[in-house]
């Protein structure tokens, strides 16, 4: 374990206390501290050429060496009975109950959404499960018009659009989850009798971008050392994941085409085209080593450690044994606008 984690983890420890009654997702709201890890990754990145899909620039973000670790993902442990998701004896809009008995680990994402049961919900932290156990874990509603069905979830196989990821890990509040999912289900111009996010990626044309940004995808993660991407679209960050390593990122591109492609199926045909787009893809990359975290008030060891990332970007990210698996960024601004990184060529423009 490197000394800049351990620095970070004794940080936590003694800002948070072993123990304690957390709120629902466990977070702590009061204390940001920074960040060593979220450096470290931006010195293994490096940034390929980008690829264009529906007028957004997609850049695959790479890594020369990366742990040979392997996980599986909800998906494959849902259809092998290796996890059943349901509700919890007295159901609960923002809990459900998750029984695990796996053959090795797996990593749920924040956003993965699940349907059925009383009403369609998505998991509200990433979280790391191990071995076999079972145990409440906090999510949010996506469905507000109803209450009704079974207790049994199914795994959709499918991320949420990144407007609502970002309001999942920026204001962690139901209300607002369910604000932004209204918003963009107007912005699709779909609706559904029982407010589903579910009618958002049933729209035509977000199917249509997601098939083409999956095709892309996929055919980045069959290049070495790719694990993850950086995606701007009109002249502004639309957002950035970064796994562990190759095979994580590979397993999940189904997922994250369909987190992208709402955002690039709603941009307006007079996209803003950014003078020096690699500049400002490379300048949201350097602002990783400023950015802060929040922790955890109580860190199972089964959960992985989940922090809450904040400053000019925000979102999460999951660390298990001083690696990070996951880390999801995006705009830290009301109106899911993140101003371009101060490169200082956009005042030369001005000038000439």
């Known amino acids: ?75 494959t442990a849902a259809e092998n009975g290796w996890i059943e998701l349901r509700e919890l004896e007295n159901a609960e809009v923002n809990q459900i109950e998750v029984a695990w008995d796996l053959p090795g680990s797996v990593l749920i994402l924040a956003g993965q959404m699940i349907r059925g049961a009383q009403q369609d919900r998505v998991f509200s932290r990433d979280v790391l499960l191990e071995g076999r156990g079972s145990a409440p874990l906090p999510v949010y509603c996506v469905e507000s018009g109803r209450w009704s069905g079974g207790s049994e979830f199914a795994f959709s196989g499918t991320l949420v659009g990144n407007a609502v990821r970002g309001t999942v890990n920026d204001q962690r509040d139901q209300s ?57 679209g009109d002249g502004m960050l639309i957002g950035i994941d970064v796994f562990l390593n190759p095979a994580l990122f590979a397993s999940h591109t189904s997922e994250l085409a369909a987190a992208y492609a709402p955002q690039i199926a709603g ?67 009301p109106e899911d606008v993140s101003p371009p990184p101060d490169l200082g060529f956009e005042q030369r423009m001005e000038e000439g």
């Open 1 to 75: 374990m490197n000394r800049a984690l351990i620095s970070l983890l004794l940080i936590l420890l003694a800002t948070f206390g072993v123990s304690g009654q957390a709120d629902l997702d466990g977070l702590s709201a009061a204390t940001s501290i920074a960040v060593g890890p979220l450096a470290g990754l931006q010195d293994e990145l490096r940034m390929g050429s980008p690829v264009e899909v529906g007028g957004a620039l997609v850049y695959g973000l790479y890594k020369d060496a990366w742990p040979d670790a392997a996980y599986l993902t909800l998906d």
């Open 176 to 232: 607002a989850v369910w604000s932004k999912v209204a918003e963009e289900q107007a912005k699709a111009g779909v609706s559904s009798e029982s407010d589903a996010y579910r009618a958002v990626l049933e729209d035509k044309t977000i199917i249509e971008t997601r098939g083409e940004l999956s095709k892309a995808l996929d055919e980045l993660a069959a290049e070495e050392g790719a694990c993850g991407l950086l995606v701007i």
């Open 267 to 333: 941009l307006s045909e007079d996209v803003v085209v950014h003078p020096e787009p690699g500049k400002l893809a490379a300048g949201y990359l350097r602002e990783l080593s400023g950015l802060e975290v929040r922790g955890l008030t109580d860190r199972p060891a089964d959960y992985g450690d989940f922090l809450v990332v904040d400053g000019t970007l925000s979102g999460g990210m999951l660390l298990d044994e001083g690696h990070i698996l996951h880390v999801f960024l995006g705009p830290n601004l």
